[in-house]
């Protein structure tokens, strides 16, 4: 292999890498729960009026509809894990791949959503 092909393999395969979790992108309720950490940002990316009708504990809203997640990125820590969560799980996919274009390391959004999360019994805020 010529250097310069081999250069440019190597730097695509780095480019292609970076800004991709490791591990499944979507976690069940078990698994993010467990997921949730000091470190973590937990962010609710459904409107406000949903938040308010209840919410994870310690959750930041950041409505995606709106725009407010994406106006928002430059104040959280792209080195950080982040936790993202919607209803039933679309807002919140979408959320974490243009998190994840954006340069965040580490995305994980809830599968199923508040949805599945009430579901399996777990703790909300209201």
């Not at 890498?17 to 962010?43: R, V, Y």
């Not at 104040?75 to 919607?86: G, H, R, S, T």
Request: with cysteine; hydrophobic share 45%; aromatic share 4%.
């Amino acid at each position: 292999m010529r250097p310069i092909t081999l250069i440019t393999s190597l730097a695509v395969a780095i480019l292609t890498a970076c800004g991709q979790s490791t591990g499944p992108a979507s976690l069940a309720p078990d698994a993010f729960e467990k997921a949730i950490t000091a470190k973590a940002q937990l962010i609710d990316v459904r409107t406000p009026g949903e938040f308010s009708a209840g919410h994870l504990p310690d959750a930041r809203n950041l409505d995606w509809t709106s725009g407010q997640l994406e106006a928002s990125m430059g104040q959280l820590d792209k080195n950080a894990p982040v936790l993202v969560y919607c209803a039933v799980g679309g807002r919140s996919a979408a959320a974490r791949e243009a998190m994840v274009k954006a340069g965040f390391l580490d995305v994980r959004d809830l599968a199923g959503g508040i949805q599945a999360w009430n579901a399996n019994g777990k703790p909300i805020v209201r």
